[in-house]
């Protein structure tokens, strides 16, 4: 693994084991943090060169959390050593970086698979079984809504690289694909980001997302509600799924808190556990890879759409 900030300790080292994975190195640029990571941890070497620790040590993959600007270089070096690779989204700093990314991982059939973490929590894996379904009809609206309180710290394309473009990705995920995408954006010292966009899915339902810095920390976060014919599905702050078909009652699903097992963690239920055993399937199983830089790519370029029509390069 490298990488040690808060992220990679507080949402990766402690889910490893939990997804199946043996933890046999760490690497961080400071000594320290790199061996602090591998005792609490369990990891039998600790590096502060990422190019020493691909060639001395054996390895399966390697899981990459670090800033954005530092993901090329790595996941290169990865590539070159012919190791399977796992990092956190955006994967890249920029589309056309993750395009080319992904053009070079083909050319050497080694797979990276990005961390969307969305896309494999449960209650938005059942609204995509119930979508997939015939009883739900084509699609005709959707909205997806990510608010945060303030306080998150640098400019808009850092937060809507950082936090909204789960949604953007979610929406790509659920849907198919998002066009036309357009936008409104305020912005306040004293309030901080705003952001209204509207689009096409690729079925040309009408699509809107509700992006702010204007909330609170302490309240619900996240809302997906889509709409058929005479359907709809919503996914309430990540956890609770509510389809309501035409005629009711509507169907609720929401983890047993009560009850300590993974499937009712936060680990499990954010999906940081599930995108860790997808990475392990695709490495040593050669399962199909759900979300590829490729994939990546699409969702940063549409992130950088929102960036442009706010001004922002």
């Known amino acids: 693994m490298i ?4 992220h990679a300790v507080d949402n990766i080292y402690p889910n490893l084991r939990g997804a199946g994975l043996e933890l046999i190195a760490t ?3 400071t000594k320290s943090h790199a061996k602090r990571a591998a005792e609490n941890w369990g990891a039998r070497y600790y590096f502060t060169d990422a190019s020493r620790m691909l060639s001395s040590t054996e390895l399966d993959g390697v899981v990459i959390c670090v800033p954005v600007r530092e993901y090329a270089e790595l996941v290169r070096a990865c590539l070159a050593a012919r190791l399977p690779v796992f990092c956190e ?8 970086e993750a395009r080319e990314i992904a053009k070079s991982a083909t050319e050497v059939s080694v797979p990276i698979v990005v961390g969307y973490m969305k896309r494999f929590a449960p209650a938005y894996r059942r609204t995509l079984q ?9 699609v005709t609206m959707a909205s997806f809504t990510f608010v945060i309180g303030p ?5 808009l394309r850092r937060y809507l690289i950082d936090n909204p473009v789960h949604m953007l990705d979610l929406a790509r995920f659920l849907l198919g694909g998002i066009t036309d995408l357009r936008a409104e954006f ?3 010292d004293e309030c901080g980001h705003a952001l209204v966009a509207t689009a096409h899915s690729l079925s040309d339902a009408v699509c809107s997302f509700n992006f702010s810095t204007t909330g609170s920390w302490r309240h619900r976060n996240e809302v997906v509600e889509i709409y058929g014919r005479g359907t709809a599905i919503a996914v309430d702050n990540v956890a609770t ?3 309501r078909p035409s005629e009711p009652p ?13 499937q009712n963690s936060t680990a499990v239920l954010m999906g940081f556990v599930p995108e860790l055993v997808h990475f392990r399937e695709v490495a040593m199983e050669g399962k199909v890879n759900q979300s590829d830089m490729t994939s990546a790519a699409v969702t940063l370029e549409l992130a950088e759409q929102l960036c442009a029509f706010a001004g922002v390069l």
Do not use: M
Not at 130 to 138: A, I, N, Q, R, T
Not at 255 to 262: A, G, K, L, M, R
């Open 130 to 138: 119930v979508l997939k379904s015939d009883l739900f009809g084509p």
């Open 3 to 6: 990488g040690t900030g808060r």
């Open 27 to 29: 690497c961080a640029r």
């Open 241 to 243: 799924s509510i389809y």
């Open 151 to 155: 306080g998150f710290g640098g400019d």
């Open 186 to 188: 305020r912005e306040s």
């Open 89 to 96: 989204k955006p994967g890249a700093s920029s589309a056309s």
């Open 250 to 262: 509507a169907q609720v699903w929401h983890p047993n808190f009560t009850v300590p097992e993974p």
